[in-house]
């Protein structure tokens, strides 16, 4: 089945290091997201890429980094300059006319 | 610029009886809408969207939502509702302009069916 894979589903990180969050999609969907989320605040968009080797910052991008090698993934690193990545990460990717696919989530704990 | 308002944070209701869950956009274009559905600890689920046509869209598990233009308005509703309903729902809007990746969410709405 088609679809978007994130692992780990539960990660925890010491403070001062860096992490790296997959997400891969069988789905053959050029555009992919993503997203973290806190309680109460809804999903706010950190970096999309419409294509291979192009990504763009969105709304809460400091702290965080992207790569988008291939097509099918898109991995985020959540850097030590992030001062407040507990949260709840989820993946996305897009086909037209504007059908997201989410992936299962990651939740990030700094311990 | 877009933005998503869900004014109620959280909605109990006894099981069987009717539910309205509220969001309101704003953009100056023309916008397409959406409601996700998030059980605990899992991803989005595409619930319903507008894309254009008709104003009234139906989810096939009884839902149904109404664009409506001029009180930007796009309200999910059930008649009768289930335990099963229990979830979080998230009012999205994504502006119909050129260059515009972005999909803005709503805060979110916790919807608890009551026995």
């Known amino acids: 089945d088609g679809g978007i894979t994130q692992s780990p589903k539960y990660l925890f990180r010491k403070e001062g290091q860096n992490v790296t969050l997959s997400c891969e999609q069988n789905?053959?969907?050029?555009?992919m997201y993503w997203y973290r989320q806190d309680p109460g605040q809804g999903l706010r968009l950190i970096y999309y890429?419409?294509?291979?080797?192009?990504?763009q910052k969105g709304d809460i991008a400091e702290g965080y980094s992207v790569s988008r090698e291939k097509k099918e993934s898109f991995p985020l690193t959540v850097t030590s300059a992030q001062k407040n990545p507990t949260a709840f990460y989820l993946c996305?990717?897009?086909?037209?006319?504007?059908?997201?696919?989410f992936g299962s989530g990651t939740r990030l704990t700094v311990v | 610029a877009q933005s998503v308002t869900q004014l109620d944070s959280q909605v109990p209701v006894f099981e069987e009886a009717p539910v309205e869950l509220r969001c309101n956009y704003s953009?100056?274009?023309?916008?397409?809408l959406f409601w996700y559905v998030q059980y605990p600890n899992q991803g989005l689920q595409l619930l319903l969207k507008?894309?254009?046509?008709?104003?009234l869209v139906e989810s096939i598990n009884g839902f149904e939502a109404e664009f409506n233009k001029s009180q930007t308005s796009f309200h999910l509703r059930k008649p009768s509702v289930h335990i099963s309903d229990t979830a979080e729902y998230f009012c999205?809007?994504?502006?119909?302009?050129?260059?515009?990746?972005?999909?803005?969410f709503g805060t979110g709405t916790r919807l608890t069916i009551i026995p």
């Open positions: 789905l053959n969907h050029d555009a």
């Open positions: 996305a990717s897009r086909t037209a006319p504007y059908g997201y696919t």
């Open positions: 507008y894309l254009s046509g008709s104003t």
């Open positions: 890429s419409q294509i291979v080797n192009d990504f």
């Open positions: 953009s100056s274009v023309s916008v397409y």
């Open positions: 999205a809007v994504k502006s119909d302009d050129f260059g515009n990746e972005k999909l803005t």
